[in-house]
C-alpha cells in the first residue's frame, strides 16, 4: 500500500515544475498549460467509480494493477506527444490510473486497520507526500520526456506491488446512499475540494508565474518542499484525532491554509513563496487527515459511496484549481487571486462547526 501510494503521487507530482517546458515544447499559451494540468482531476473523477466498482466485484488488486498501467499510457503519451490535445489526453490517463490507486489504497487500509483507520490513513497519506517530494526531484533532471522515461521505469515497482495486493477483500463494502446526507461527508468532501484547490493552483498556475524567477529545479524544490510538510502534518496526532480536538486541529490548519495563500497570491520574493508554500503543505496534511478521517467513521454499507463522493470532491478541485487560478490572476492581479482562495479556507472552517463531534473519539 505504501509503495502504491508513493508511486502514484511520483507520477503526478512531477508534472508541474515541468508544465513550463511542456507549454514551451507545445507552444501553449498558459490557459492552454493549465487545462491540460487540470485535465487529470476529469480521469481522475471516472477512475474513483470504476475503482470502486472493481473493488466490490474483486477486492483492490484488480483496481490497482489497471491503475499503474494508465499510468505507463500517461508517461507514454508525455514521452512522444508534442502538442496540447496529447497532453490532455496524457494527463486524463494518469488521472483515471491515479483514481484506481487512491481507492485501492484507501480500502486495503479500511480493510486491515477496521476499527480505527486514522492513523494507517494519515501514514498512507505521509506515503503520498513522499512520492510527491520524489515526483518534483525526478522533473528535476530537466526537460520536456526525461522525467516521464524515469517515471515509466518505477512503474516496476508499482506492478510488484500491485500483484501483492489482497484479491478480496474482509469487509461488506457498498454503495448505500444514505450516507450523502452525513455532515461527516459533506465537511470531508469540502476539505478534499479546497485543498484540491490550493494544490492545482500552486502546481498548475502559480508556478507559471513563479518561473519567470525560479528554474525548474527550483521549481521542484519548492513543490518536493511543501509536499514534504504535507507528509508531516498528516502524521501528527492532532490530526487524526477525531472529535473536538481534532475539528479544532483542523479548523487552525484551515486558517493557516487561508495566511499561506494569501501571501503566495500576493508577494513577489521568492524566499516568501517557499515559506508560505512549506507552512501550508503542513497545515493541509492536517486537515485532510482528519477529513479522510471523518468520511472513514461513516457506515460500511455505505463506504464505497462516501470515499468516491469525497474523492471526487478531490478531482472537481483539481479540476477548476489551476484555471480558476489562473483566471484570477489574469483578470484580477495575483493578490486576488490568493485573497480569493484564502477566503475558501476560511470559510471552510466556520463549516467545520456543523459538523457533529462526540467529547472523545471519532465524529458523531
Not at 489526453?89 to 479500511?110: D, E
Not at 490572476?329 to 471552510?348: F, N
Amino acid at each position: 500500500m505504501a509503495v502504491l501510494s508513493a508511486y502514484d503521487a511520483i507520477g503526478y507530482g512531477l508534472v508541474g515544475p515541468v508544465l513550463p517546458a511542456l507549454r514551451a515544447r507545445a507552444d501553449a499559451t498558459s490557459l492552454e498549460a493549465s487545462i491540460v494540468f487540470a485535465g487529470f482531476a476529469v480521469g481522475m473523477l471516472i477512475g474513483f467509480v470504476l475503482a470502486g466498482m472493481a473493488i466490490r466485484r474483486s477486492g483492490s488488486r484488480a483496481a490497482a494493477l489497471g491503475g499503474v498501467t494508465l499510468h505507463v499510457v500517461g508517461d507514454l503519451l508525455f514521452i512522444f506527444g508534442h502538442s496540447p490535445g496529447i497532453y490532455l489526453a496524457a494527463r486524463l490517463a494518469q488521472g483515471l490510473g491515479s483514481g484506481a490507486l487512491w481507492m485501492a489504497s484507501t480500502f486495503c487500509v479500511l480493510s486491515w486497520w477496521p476499527e480505527r483507520p486514522g492513523p494507517k490513513l494519515g501514514l498512507m497519506l505521509t506515503s503520498y507526500a513522499v512520492g510527491s517530494v520524489l515526483g518534483p526531484l525526478l522533473a528535476a533532471v530537466g526537460g520536456a520526456v526525461l522525467p516521464f522515461a524515469g517515471d515509466a521505469v518505477l512503474a516496476s515497482a508499482g506492478f510488484v506491488a500491485a500483484a501483492n495486493m489482497p484479491s478480496r477483500h474482509g469487509r461488506t463494502f457498498d454503495w448505500g446512499f444514505a450516507v450523502l446526507r452525513d455532515r461527516r461527508l459533506a465537511f470531508g468532501s469540502l476539505v478534499a475540494l479546497l485543498e484540491a484547490l490550493l494544490f492545482a493552483s500552486l502546481e498548475g498556475s502559480y508556478t507559471l508565474r513563479f518561473s519567470d524567477r525560479l528554474s525548474q529545479q527550483l521549481l521542484s524544490l519548492l513543490i518536493a518542499l511543501t509536499t514534504l510538510t504535507f507528509g508531516l502534518g498528516a502524521a501528527l496526532p492532532a490530526a487524526g484525532a477525531g472529535g473536538i480536538r481534532g475539528r479544532r486541529a483542523s479548523q487552525s490548519a484551515l486558517v493557516v491554509c487561508a495566511v499561506s495563500v494569501a501571501v503566495l497570491g500576493g508577494s513577489s520574493i521568492p524566499v516568501l513563496w517557499f515559506g508560505a508554500a512549506m507552512v501550508m503543505g503542513l497545515a493541509l496534511g492536517v486537515t485532510e487527515t482528519g477529513a479522510v478521517s471523518m468520511v472513514a467513521a461513516t457506515p460500511e454499507e455505505s463506504m464505497l459511496t462516501a470515499m468516491t463522493a469525497a474523492s471526487q470532491a478531490f478531482a472537481l478541485g483539481y479540476l477548476i484549481g489551476a484555471p480558476l487560478a489562473t483566471w484570477l490572476t489574469d483578470t484580477a492581479g495575483h493578490l486576488w487571486s490568493g485573497l480569493v482562495l484564502a477566503g475558501l479556507a476560511l470559510a471552510t472552517a466556520c463549516v467545520a462547526y456543523s459538523v457533529p463531534v462526540a467529547r472523545q473519539g471519532q465524529a458523531a
